[in-house]
DNA sequence: TCCGAATGAGACACTTTTGTCTCATTCGAC
DNA sequence: GTCGAATGAGACAAAAGTGTCTCATTCGGA
């Protein structure tokens, strides 16, 4: 664990926290000074671009441990709703951990990250195209909205913990579940 | 339609283009100097406040359309199906309209706006609560987590109609149908 | 036309934050 | 223990935004 991982993760913590909170908070929060933090990082916009580009790092390692594009030619139905399961549960992980990168606008203006968050996004599409093509997803959305649709959820999942509403523990099941079934009763 | 209402329409429009959008910024979009700004809103704070406040107007308009608590107290389930399909959709034309207080953390913490979300989440939670014991929607996921569900779906729907993702026409139903019924191959 | 209210333009002070710089101190490898 | 790198503390300038104020102008109703 580098130096530079720390003051990142306590960043990360504070501005999950706080998503407006200053150099100065930042540097507070890390245990070092202000000057400390500014050789690391020159510019608060370059902190909150490493820090988004860990997160989207995140996504792509959960989209390569799902094997996405394997799953998608080999077309199993069973590994691909397995698969998809684990990602999701993944990304609730993530979104714990890295929520605030999902809603900070510094971040989401980023042309960088949004190209990267585009090539992404069409990755996970793919995957759920395959599982559309498997049986295993409806097939009436478009796959582009499946990634939409769970990041929103991921979203809600953070809102729902911060204030108590969810046990940490049951959040991954209850998204999941909402995810695949929606709430209406079967 | 008074001088204030233009305004705030301006600075909503705006606003959810650029939320972090300076008070010279939304003077220029409203077509009004920042010191006739300053005279209708003493303080950024103020504007979106005012703003959060009238977010929540909508939303209390429709949970007062969907006659909620009648509702809730009849259960019918015909009824209660249909007024959460016009619930939701409502919703979603909110949230193109004020799609920024989503996520705006200046209105996100406004304790004045928060226990107000506080009371509508109660209420909004006592329509899905008559929905579970009348057999429309599935049981076995906390009411206000559901609240939280739709709350991740409309910012859901409102990324994918910004990226373009999803037609407008379309999105209504797409929110709607992914709610209720999730992702997965019925 | 007249008068008062509303507005635009611009100056101003103030605050907050950022990013830079210096210097003394501390830390760690050797 | 020594030396060099890293750090903390603090000063500093610059930028951006906010909120206030003044004054001339414009607008609208009586």
């Given at each position: 664990m580098t130096k530079r991982d720390l003051i990142l993760g306590a960043a990360q913590r504070l501005?999950?926290?706080?998503?407006?909170?200053?150099?100065?908070?930042?540097?507070?929060?890390?245990?070092?000074?202000?000057?400390?933090?500014?050789?690391?990082?020159?510019t608060r916009e370059s902190l909150l671009t490493e820090l988004g580009t860990r997160s989207l790092d995140r996504w792509q390692e959960r989209l390569d441990a799902a094997?996405?594009?394997?799953?998608?030619?080999?077309?199993?139905?069973?590994?691909?709703?397995?698969?998809?399961?684990?990602?999701?549960?993944?990304?609730?992980?993530?979104?714990?951990?890295?929520?605030?990168?999902?809603?900070?606008?510094?971040?989401?203006?980023?042309?960088s990250l949004n190209e990267r968050t585009e090539q992404l996004t069409t990755r996970e599409a793919a995957l759920w195209?395959?599982?559309q093509r498997a049986g295993v997803l409806r097939d009436d959305v478009p796959p582009r909205w499946i990634c939409h649709a769970v990041y929103g959820l991921l979203v809600a999942g953070r809102e729902a913990s911060r204030l108590g509403d969810v046990a940490p523990r049951e959040l991954a099941d209850l998204v999941l579940s909402t995810f695949l079934k929606g709430v209406d009763a079967s």
């Open positions: 501005l999950n926290i706080d998503p407006a909170a200053s150099m100065g908070a930042i540097a507070e929060a890390g245990g070092i000074s202000r000057a400390t933090l500014h050789r690391h990082f020159p094997s996405a594009e394997d799953l998608a030619a080999a077309g199993d139905r069973e590994a691909i709703a397995r698969a998809i399961s684990e990602l999701v549960r993944g990304f609730v992980q993530d979104a714990h951990d890295f929520g605030f990168t999902l809603t900070d606008h510094v971040i989401l203006a980023d042309a195209s395959a599982g």
